[in-house]
């Protein structure tokens, strides 16, 4: 099983910053399976990211991943304070499908 | 637009059965989905894929729970259902089911581009 790393495991930061997740996996995955996701309280997730770098249907463009192999980053260019969640990354590449264990990012 | 609503038992004893059902409208079961999963998430805690199956009805579990899932499609009713057997209080959690759509690379392979569309969760308690 790829057991995939997030970290830091909370982000405390201002609007307008820049926030950087990080996702480390255990063994190397496709950047073709690769997303991340956003969950808020009472909210299922939502995909923001897919294939490493594809943003999902009406995600900002201020959401960004990039990566490859086991080393893989959400970047939030200017947080807005709806962007306070917790965000989740996941590989689809091998079953079985895994996810990280979470950031949460809090908005001053 | 695609829905997903999940139903079923909200409370189960322990070593029965959890049975679940997702009923998928404003599209097609058959066509509409590369794969259809099952998530759960305990109280507090992160995701957890339980298992998926593709529109032609193939199925893949965790093996960590494969002894006692089960996942089925019925396209008669457009909807895909899940069971877990002998639950312990370990199952007590939020049960989601999603959608992938898949996602076509050059030559016309369909590949998993993550699930984009997802019910709002049905919180199963396991408990006597």
């Known amino acids: 099983e790829i057991v995939l790393t997030q970290s830091p495991g909370t982000l405390s930061l201002s609007p307008g910053e820049r926030a950087a997740l990080s996702c480390r996996a255990s063994e190397s995955v496709s950047s073709n399976y690769f997303g991340w996701y956003q969950q808020k309280p009472g909210q299922p997730p939502r995909l923001l990211i897919f294939g490493t770098s594809s943003r999902a249907n009406g995600i900002p463009d201020r959401f960004s991943g990039s990566g490859s192999g086991t080393d893989f980053t959400l970047t939030i260019s200017r947080l807005e304070p709806e962007d306070s969640a917790v965000y989740y990354c996941q590989q689809y590449n091998y079953s079985p499908l895994t996810f990280g264990g979470g950031t949460k990012v809090e908005i001053k | 637009q695609l829905q997903l609503q999940e139903s079923g038992s909200g409370l189960v004893k322990p070593s029965q059965t959890l049975s679940l059902t997702c009923a998928v409208s404003g599209g097609s079961i058959s066509s509409g989905g590369y794969t259809w999963s099952w998530i759960r998430q305990p109280p507090g805690k992160g995701l957890e894929w339980i298992g998926y199956?593709?529109?032609?009805?193939?199925?893949y579990y965790n093996p960590s729970l494969k002894s006692r899932v089960t996942i089925s499609l019925d396209r008669s009713k457009n909807q895909f259902s899940l069971k877990l057997t002998s639950v312990t209080a370990a199952d007590t959690a939020v049960y989601y089911c999603a959608r992938d759509p898949g996602r076509s690379l050059s030559g016309g392979v369909i590949i998993s581009s993550g699930m984009d569309v997802w019910g709002q969760g049905t919180t199963v308690t396991v408990s006597s």
């Open positions: 199956i593709y529109h032609n009805g193939i199925t």
